[in-house]
């Protein structure tokens, strides 16, 4: 599975936000793609979301319905991410 993602900062914290198709935002597949992706992004939350261009569903362990609407995608430089490869060296930062 291959999914573009990034790290984004909402309220001054700095996040993972990474797109993935709208079935995989809600619990239990979500929770299991987190999962997944927490090699990718050590130390990092990780935010699901769609659709790409607007954000508007989201899904992660903590609250994503405050920090949604102020995501800002401008600066984000967006990254591929395979999850079917080995995550990146995580003692480099994941950016």
């Known amino acids: 599975m291959t999914l573009t993602g990034g790290i984004v900062t909402v309220r001054g ?7 993935a198709d709208p079935d995989y935002l809600r619990a239990g597949v979500g929770d299991a793609l987190l999962a997944r992706l927490g090699p990718w ?8 979301a769609a659709p790409r261009a607007h954000p508007t569903l989201a899904y992660a362990q903590f609250d994503t319905r405050a920090l ?3 995501l800002d995608l401008a600066g984000m430089v967006e990254r591929e991410i395979d ?7 995580d003692t480099a930062p994941p950016f």
């Open 13 to 19: 914290i700095r996040m993972a936000l990474v797109f």
């Open 41 to 48: 992004f050590p130390r990092l939350p990780v935010m699901l």
């Open 68 to 70: 949604l609407p102020e």
């Open 83 to 89: 999850l079917d490869g080995p995550p990146p060296d």
